[in-house]
């Protein structure tokens, strides 16, 4: 059994990972904190788990989170990069599901974060926990940068063009719509249901914190900077990121079979049949991305479909993903819940 | 091992009761039955399945169902009591998901559901598939009546109070409200997107077929006729249940404590802390049926408050905790999913 | 043309106020305050204004709501009896759509919202702004408290009932269903769209503000204190109320008729043909409330259902057709824009 | 006043017609035809119409379509090139809401529509009714052919750029947003509510219908072939199109002051400030487009926004203003309803 302890976790990437951990069979949770609602069951904040999860929220100065063998940060950006370091000292494993270990260039991320970094030496340290690009070294990792939502959904589709370098990389774009869960359970008016249901929009057209990690990403793949252009929208759907990929063929071949060659061990991402179109809903509360390859009209664009669940696939499962590596379990464990359609 | 039948399977219970098997430690799936779809194979129709499940519906007319444990009916009423008796007769125990053997009064079946009965004498021998009320005759049953939606909301809200003989059971309220899945996967201009979302009405209000079946069974437990307004609501949510009932109070007791203990040894029902409110999310996706109990202003007037989701508790999950009940098996086998929330 | 100020113009009641006003052909706003967005155009916070509406949000202290006609004060319960009065001493007439002075007995309403009231003397002076009750005492009302959006629903829906005494008013029961727009546009948790969507719950079951509310008007029809139980329940749907209520038969009349009767003159009173089912999108945008009455199986119990738009004939709608009657224009002035549907 | 028809009425471009017709001053709308529902009122289908529309629906052989002063076609695909010519040689004006005079190319119409075209010479004469592309034509023709949703937004979003070849024609991306009220009022499966609720797709991405119709005007702009990509969505919202548009630029302007004097003088398209982003609920009910540009991260890809109500200016409110263009009447009659928000 893992010994594990989840920093923050009232918000929804907190709570998802108690549902998955709770239903995991080598997985023992002996801790969950919260600054504001310490003393608090957690089963009085979310009642789905009444029965089933007979933690309460603890004060983080008091729980004993340096006993654990792992501690995922549920936070908001900026706190795991603050108290990681004693845990990662102290000889803890740490998964951190925010965004303070994933950006390697810290002048980079600190232009998109608005804050000082707290330790660099940590971010060289941290493996960026995408296992279907990095699954060599997780295993290993004493510190796990959890991916981005949007980033998930973004490199697994493009992966596949962008490294057999088939594509022209300098004019990449990803339209990529979210759910409402994505923005967090932090009370904002513009995703009250009265502002965001019957509704769509775009947003942070001018520049999304995304696109750093997705350009970094994509341009590790290709060994070479890319330019993307990523337009994140608001979708009124609880889960769900649906990412439609635009890119321009460099070179031919058969891109249906090199995606379905490249994904063919993989559990978690599944090639849909030629012409299919992936919904969100086909991955809701499954650890799953779905994607589809499409060449309309058979003109020179390529367009790629790529769906998960924001809060699995896109956080918290993924997170679990990652715990199943580094500790030597199958990579599966306590993923293999069937999605909720409909 | 349960081999198990499965007629009809394109329905939303069908596929629900898919998805619960498919993770059914002792259940095997060995044929699923549509008329319409027969050589599709299921995952197409239901990607959600794609990777889990390798059925291809089968011509009804071909499928070795007879060779089954357990066949399920998740057919529109009318056809189980067509099919079933052949199959009894060769020894396959029957859980029909439909109404047809739900009413023992045929008279009264015939009035509601505009057909001639094609076999009372399954009726009489059929039980009534609520296992709080009839766990006694579950397991030697041959052929299970699942119990419809609505019903098995209200008959769970109402029974303390029923069985107890605590409230006027002359005019017993229960105002319910349904998601629209409850309305199953067929075409109908309703229940369309652009009709049912961002609306809510009351419907059948003169009379619903789940009035009959609710009214049967709170005799049952009263040992007397009952007068009952039912009115049933649609509300813009996939998933779930929401009863919200009135009953006059007769006789004094603490009835917090008498739900708490009537309900203390039932896995499924869980009777929340005094002055809750239940919401429908808090079951999505699970076998559970939640009840919160309010006495307003200390008023003569007790307002029970049940949930469950339509397609579990009020569908398919109760049937697998029949077949539970009815193969020896553990109750809650396969049934332990954690609800999903958000 | 009446000069019109609007006192806390950044709710959800503030920007419906402004989209009936803007198309009212008498109306002309000339001040609206906020005491937060100060300086900030009306059509930035409200883009669906943009070209129509070209005020800008004023400070409440510098405002000259003294030289208005009429001044709405679409504010949170408490504001209006500290700065109404004087407005009203300087003959600026005054509609009120938060409680402050809706409830005759102060003691009563300094229970139920937690306050000590500030001004009772204007309590006994307002007149209760349901034009269907009180037609004859608006046209010189100096101030006119608005009701609520449930009282607004129940009440049309019980009236021709209770004052023809036709019912035990000993026992009414009034199930509601509200949209979430009726929670208003401050941020809160459990009206975030990840909250509040795709489920369906019970709120304030032990007691609601609007409670006292309905049980005075009732009374007063009545002319005799009444015992009602009123529970209700938020739906995912933005505007919209949805009453079910339940009353017990004491005398025998033709109920259709007596409700067709009592609205036969009203504009925005539709009663719809036996056995029919109101849904709350026929009234979207409109000022309109529709009723039905049923009664089931013949049985005593009467069920009526009545809808309205929370914001419209629920508040701002209302308070233009008090605007309408207090100045003398024709009831229905600006008030005939058809629902939107779908 | 213009004496007006509708042949199929039942749909939703049937009711929105009837909404903006009903509150239109020099509208009257003498007969509405449908063959399924002759005889129904129309209020008995669409109780929003309730009080104000007193029509029936008359069988379509019996009605005197030919004493109409102009006949709108609110029919599925196929149906007006049947019945139209009659009515134009009887010298009544036809607008035709769907797509069957749309395509110069009549071929090129046959092959994306799937049958032989019935009238090839009323193509040629039939004008393209949008207004900001093609005002001039309007006012004198006969038969007017309202363009598809999408391709409203479409075009009007690409607009300023092509026309002034500032972006590479060759490679126009259009990812755009449908809410599922554009698929129609019939029963079909996958716009259940239970399917479409709570689930983000793509469709169509092999070929959608509209890409020709958008190819034909983009390219009629730039008076050359376009290379377009077009991907259709469907987002769980009723009303509402959201159209993200994004071009390679050419030639550098101030694309900002671009389009606000493209469109200074237009009533219905909105250029909102840089930086913006329009939501669809901002124009839900409104004809009304509005369109915001952006240049993330200044580089060489143009984003622009450009969303209307699909049923307003993606049908029957452009319907309207091209028949005020047709009949003399100021361009806004009837259509100066506010955007409903929220």
């Known amino acids: 059994m893992v010994k594990i302890g989840i920093v923050g976790g009232t918000g929804y990437t907190g709570v998802e990972l108690l549902r998955l951990l709770a239903q995991h069979p080598q997985a023992d949770v002996v801790a969950i904190t919260s600054r504001g609602d310490a003393g608090m069951p957690v089963a009085d904040m979310y009642p789905s788990l009444r029965g089933r999860v007979d933690l309460r929220f603890e004060d983080p100065a008091k729980a004993n989170l340096a006993a654990c063998d792992l501690v995922f940060f549920a936070t908001p950006n900026g706190i795991a990069m603050q108290q ?73 589709g493009f992966m596949p063009l962008v490294k057999a370098g088939l594509v022209d990389i300098s004019s990449l774009i990803a339209d990529a719509k979210s759910g409402v ?56 759907i609880i889960r769900g990121i649906h990412a439609t990929l635009y890119a321009k063929i460099r070179a031919e071949v058969d891109f249906q079979a090199l ?16 012409k299919s179109h992936p919904e969100t809903r086909s991955v809701r509360a499954a650890n799953t991305c779905r994607i589809a390859v499409h060449r309309p009209q058979g003109g020179d664009t390529l367009v790629v479909l790529s769906v998960i669940d924001n809060l699995v696939k896109g956080a918290a499962g993924q997170a679990v993903q990652n715990m199943n590596l580094m500790f030597g379990l199958g990579e599966t464990t306590g993923l293999c819940q069937l999605p909720l359609l409909p």
């Not at 995304?210 to 252009?229: D, Y």
């Not at 995606?259 to 090639?271: M, P």
């Open 84 to 156: 990681a370091p004693a845990l990662l000292e102290a000889g803890v494993r740490v998964i951190d599901l925010a965004a303070d270990f994933r950006i390697k260039d810290i002048a980079e991320w600190e232009k998109w974060y608005g804050m000082t970094h707290a330790c660099p030496d940590w971010v060289e340290k941290a493996v960026y926990g995408l296992p279907e690009l990095n699954r060599q070294q997780i295993p290993s990792a004493r510190l796990v940068a959890n991916p981005g939502c949007y980033p998930t959904a973004v490199q697994l």
């Open 181 to 236: 869960s994505g923005a967090g359970r932090k009370a904002e008016t513009h995703t009250l249901f009265a502002e965001a249901s019957d509704n769509f929009k775009a947003y942070g057209v001018a520049g999304h914190r995304h696109l750093p990690e997705i350009s970094q990403g994509l341009a590790g793949m290709a060994g070479a900077r890319v330019g993307l252009t990523f337009v994140p929208h608001l979708t009124p």
């Open 259 to 274: 995606y379905e060659e490249t994904y063919a061990g993989e559990a978690f991402v599944d090639v849909m049949p030629a």
